[in-house]
């Protein structure tokens, strides 16, 4: 299709649309995903800081709360009227029936309680180990003072300390505990007020926001504990590094809390994160969004983009063809004309237009008006070119006819001098072939003196080489004997210490009834001999074990030598087999020797009488090539006469084509 000139223009104008519709098309949908990235970021920054806000919001009045307890005159001056339950054993707390200070303690928990149902405990440690809550439950050998959060709020006197999430055993739920200081009267700390706050609100304060359709949020803790997990609980309180909710190599800077963002693949839905750590909380808010849902928007432009261009690029086509249409009808008149053309160089186009194409038609008219004068001319010297042709025919077969007589007396000649050569030749060849053999008879005799000499050479090397073998292996034999008489020493030496081990026992056991007798005093003297005692024991096992292991090195040394020995013997026999082939060796080196002399004087001998007959062969050869030489000059001037001969006719019919040819035109 693309052959037509109509169809190429309008390829040419869709490809220039496509090239400045396509980097518009691209850099618009990057412009646009750059957008939503930003929108997204920035959305996903507001709603990480409402969300802490909200959370600092309501932990903020359990602190406040926690401040009004601890500066209550009721707690202060509590002292050591309050219940402990330090050596209870499974017994129900019963602040509410003592009475006195003890009762209105919890009256005022019970109050607080009842009016703040996410504050599943509110409890008062005293310094004297009393304990007090609402409500009440059942305690064993509890000792508030013990507690981690007791000496926190002790060790940071007026302000609130906040615990990392736990799970509570008793409720199951996520708590987080809110505890401070109470200041006594006398100045000295008079005990630990807290609450235990449930964080279901805060895990519904999570659950409700919505970033897209589908993206929701996860509470993360410093401490690298899954706080909330809105849309899968199941993670919280889990290592964060445990979960799909990220990868290990993002895992240390989430929990740096820097801003970042990465994809990840939870429950086969690919997600894109977005990370933040809060200023000046222990809070890290990540927000999950479907990758697809955040790349929604910009592939709906983008569908959109590519509609409007293929729109434009079929307008484009549709109005490219009308124009190529208008542009191509007159060119298609003159192609309809030349179709028709027969031979007539009067014809002439119409030049209609003024643009290219009607300088066209009017160039070639004039080109068809030179033709026409051309053609002309050339009809009236064809004649003349005729009758010359006639002439060169004539001349052509009286040349052909001298040479082809001269050529029959030099073949006859050449004859006589080819079989004289062809002798020579073959007495050379015979006599060459003669000194050929001879040279090789001769090289091969040197080389298989020098490969007998090698040989020998070889041998010899041999013989050294197993002579230091021998040396190499009654060093080695000497070597593995000294190593068993070390080991043997070393033996010795363990005997010693195996012997050392057993009086250092028995002298522990002495002391351990030392010990005994001397009764509590001889307590710590007991334990230096029962260590005393286990490192005789190990020293022993030691010794035991050091003694096996000399053994085995004593056994692998003497089959060593028995073997370095036998090695020596086979080395020995190997060397004097060596010595005797030395011997034929040289003995057959020196009768090659004289061979290969004799045949090289016989080789002289023939290369001389081959160098006679070769000259006699240049001699007749050089005679040949002349007479040869003559012969191919006469074939040459036969065959110069034939081709001048066949160009003459060719050149006949030449004439007659070119006169056929300009009768087509019509002048």
Known sequence: MLKSLRWKLQF???????????????????????????????????ESESLVALIDTYYKGFRQNVEMFSHSPLLQTAGDSVRTYITAQNVKMDSSTRGGIEEDIYNKFKEFGETHETAIFIFFGTRYGGWVGYPEDVRTHF??????????????????????????????????????????????VAGVVGFDINNDAVSEMARRVRVGETGYVVLLHRNGSVFVDSKHPENNMKKFSETDLVDDENVSRVLSGQKIHYNAEVNGITYHVHSEGVDETDWIVLVFMNHAELHKTVTSV??????????????????????TSRLIRPMSNMVGELAAFEGDLTLRFQARTKDEIGALARWF?????????????????????????GQLEHIAATVLASSQGASQQANAVAAATEALNSNMSSVAAAMEQSATNVS????????????ITTIASSVRSAAEISRDGVTQAQQTSVRMGELDA???????????????????????????????????AGKGFAVVANEIKELAHQTAAATGNIRDKIDGVQQTANASIAAINEIVTLINTINEIITDVTHSVDQQSITTQEIAENIHQASQGLNEVNENVSQGSVFADSINREIMGVNEAGKEIVAQGEDLNEQAEALNALVEKLKQMVGVFKV
């Open 365 to 389: 008219n004039v080109f068809l008006e030179k033709l026409q004068n051309l053609l002309g001319g050339v009809r009236g010297e064809t004649g003349k070119i005729e009758a010359s042709v």
């Open 143 to 188: 000792d508030p003072r013990t507690r981690d959060w007791y000496k926190d709020a002790v060790a940071n006197q007026g302000k609130v300390i906040q615990t990392e999430p736990y799970i509570d055993y008793t409720t199951r739920s996520l708590v987080v505990s809110m505890v401070m200081a109470v200041p006594g009267p006398d100045g000295q």
């Open 12 to 46: 040419m104008a869709v490809t220039l649309v496509l090239l400045m519709a396509i980097p518009l098309l691209l850099t618009t949908t990057r412009m646009m995903e750059q957008t939503m990235k930003e929108r997204h970021k920035k959305q996903v920054h507001q």
């Open 486 to 520: 070390a080991a043997r020493a070393i033996s010795e030496v363990t005997e010693t210490i195996t012997e050392i081990s057993e009086q250092t026992n028995l002298l522990a056991l002495n002391a351990t009834i030392e010990a005994a007798r001397a009764g509590e």
């Open 302 to 323: 983008r569908n959109r983009l590519l509609g409007i261009a293929a729109l434009v690029v079929l307008l484009v086509a549709i109005a490219g063809y009308f124009i």
């Open 440 to 451: 090789r008879v001769a090289s091969a005799a040197e080389m298989m003196n020098t490969n």
